[in-house]
């Protein structure tokens, strides 16, 4: 008899921005910003380690988070080829558990037309960091870190299995999160129906809150609501292609 594979959902969240030439002093003064306000959001954002040959590896390689450190860094992801594709950084939380791990990389620099500049954080899926961390409370504070450092166009904290049940077929890149946030000037956001709450980060822009509970696409009420705020995001012109 053939085994059956039951597919284990995944959670991420992601700031995305377009071209935007920036030195690695610039870069590091956001991952800085970044990283400082992460830390303070949950304990599973407090430590970073740099990629290894193996988990034992990599623990030998912890990320000073000071400004200088991350410059030196960061211009080491340089790309080799083409300046205008910026600079890369890596990260592991360092978790024993990978289902219980978290990792960040972001890109930034970039000024291609080819590419886009991004951040972008893997969250446990399971255990007992990713009850903490698969929260309203917990991802509002993470993506307004992510706001606030990197100043994306866009960003969002999602369920990747939910996010593919709300997208329709023909729009494979236009993804609407638990958790989404549009600056100013990628437009207005339109009134959207409950449980969905609305809130400012600062004066940079908006977020959005689906619901306040855990999104899964196991509950078909998460299903709907997704596909009508896809639908009246995009016809306010909001959802524009990214990188998952």
């Given amino acids: 008899m053939a085994k059956t594979y039951t597919r284990l959902d995944s959670y991420y969240a992601g700031a995305y921005w377009g071209p935007r030439k920036e030195t ?25 380690f740099a990629q290894g040959r193996s988990r034992k590896d990599a623990l030998k390689r912890p990320i000073d988070p000071s400004r200088e450190a991350l410059e030196t860094r960061i211009r080491r992801g340089k790309d080799r080829q083409f300046d ?22 972001f890109y930034c620099g970039a000024y291609s037309e080819a590419v886009s500049n991004c951040c972008v954080v893997n969250l446990p899926g399971r255990g007992p960091n990713a009850e903490r961390v698969l929260s309203v409370p917990v991802l509002t504070g993470l993506v307004r870190s992510m706001v606030l450092a990197w100043e ?62 855990r999104i899964t696409p196991a509950n078909p009420e998460h299903v709907d609501l997704g596909k009508r705020v896809h639908e009246l995001l995009s016809r306010a012109g909001l959802l524009r292609p990214m990188s998952s």
């Fill in 84 to 105: 205008s594709l910026g600079y890369s950084v890596w990260a592991w939380n360092g978790a024993p558990d990978d289902y219980d791990a978290c990792g960040f990389n």
């Fill in 152 to 213: 994306p166009d866009s960003a969002l904290a999602t369920s990747t299995m939910h996010r593919d049940a709300v997208t329709p077929d023909d729009n494979a890149q236009d993804f609407v999160g638990w958790l989404m946030y549009f600056s100013r000037s990628q437009g207005r956001v339109p009134p959207l129906p409950a449980p969905v709450r609305i809130e400012p980060v600062e004066d940079k822009g908006m977020l959005i809150v689906l619901t306040p509970e």
């Fill in 24 to 48: 690695p002093e610039e870069c590091a003064r956001r991952a800085e910003l970044f990283l400082a306000s992460i830390a303070k959001v949950d304990p599973s954002f407090s430590r970073w």
